[in-house]
């Protein structure tokens, strides 16, 4: 039975990859950080199934114990301080955790288990202000935000890993990726969420940024199956999972608002300090390297994916009103 470690595993992504790979027959562990109160919503129907480690990303002892006590034959590093606006108020916790916590797992990897195959979750926010479009492996990063650096950073130590120590690491550039699972704090969420909010009467209006912004959009459940396969291979080596499509914000809200048959025009403010520092404008991979190499490609469709969140979000609601005491009244 092969055995994999997850950091992250109680988010999105982490909790799509543990039930593949449970699927799978492999032995999970799971590590979640002492000092945090985990929320196991997103893994609740398998969170038995998992074993549970501590450790943190920040702290090289914790990663060492970790890698001891799960000895796994695969380890991907899902965790990071993931939300882009909060990279600019706290730059150095995103540092910390997004940057030099991929180094810390590789050296305990590197210490303890050095056969073991490592997958680090790069993001298309290392492109940034892009120099080529559609981006692909070969494209030169220019990141806009602290998170998008310390994403460089985390890439960059893993391909010195392995040119350096000979060890099976490799990153997936994966393009933005969403879900019911996805956090609140996403702005697919955001909006998915609002839209179920406007359709229950539960509020009147969905303040927005910068509608223009254009994302390369697919759902999460697709893209684990690449991080997957991208540790099954020969060799190491690094691709971009996209869906080689892109949208505005601005279409992403129509797809929203009309899957409950309302016009995003009627509910959407737009308000100015919304906008991010430095904006990423477009975003569009060319996934053709790991449709040749991995035999991947995505499945669900982004108007899908998007009426998928909107009903998730509308059940969530309808519930929150069947709980709440102006409903009971």
Not at 159 to 166: K, M, V
Not at 187 to 216: P, S, Y
Request: proline content about 5%; hydrophobic content about 35%; glycine content about 6%.
């Amino acid at each position: 039975m092969k055995k994999a470690l997850i950091t992250g595993i109680t988010g999105q992504d982490g909790s799509y990859l543990a039930e593949l790979l449970l699927e799978k027959g492999y032995k999970v562990y799971g590590m979640r950080r002492r000092t945090s109160t985990p929320n196991y919503e997103n893994i609740a129907n398998v969170r038995e199934k998992i074993e549970w480690l501590s450790g943190d990303l920040t702290d090289l002892s914790s990663l060492i114990s970790a890698v001891q006590q799960s000895d796994p034959d695969e380890v991907y590093n899902l965790a990071a301080q993931s939300f882009v606006e909060t990279s600019w108020p706290q730059p150095n916790l995103t540092g910390q955790i997004t940057a030099l916590g991929v180094t810390n797992l590789l050296e305990a990897v590197r210490i303890v288990k050095p056969s073991a195959k490592f997958y680090q979750a790069s993001s298309s926010e290392m492109y940034g202000k892009v120099m080529e479009t559609p981006q692909r492996e070969t494209t030169p990063f220019y990141p806009r935000s602290p998170y998008g650096v310390s994403k460089v950073y985390g890439h960059w130590i893993t391909l010195n890993y392995r040119e350096s120590f000979n060890m099976f690491a490799c990153s997936g550039i994966l393009f933005n990726h969403e879900s019911p699972r996805r956090g609140i704090e996403f702005v697919t969420r955001k909006v998915t969420d609002g839209v179920a909010r406007i359709k229950l009467g539960m509020k009147q209006k969905l303040t927005m940024g910068n509608l223009d912004a254009k994302r390369d959009w697919g759902f999460a459940g697709d893209y684990v199956k690449a991080m997957w396969l991208m540790l099954q291979q020969e060799e190491p080596d690094d691709f971009v999972i996209s869906t080689g499509e892109t949208r505005t914000v601005r279409q992403l809200l129509e797809v929203a608002f009309q899957s409950v048959e309302l016009r995003y025009e009627d509910y959407v403010v737009i308000d100015p300090k919304l906008f991010r520092p430095a904006e990423v404008d477009l975003l569009l991979g060319d996934c053709g390297k790991a449709k040749r190499q991995l035999g991947w490609k995505p499945e669900v469709s982004f108007e899908d994916m998007i009426a998928m969140m909107v009903e998730n979000d509308l059940h969530k609601v309808e519930r929150e009103l069947n709980h709440s005491p102006i409903a009971v009244n």
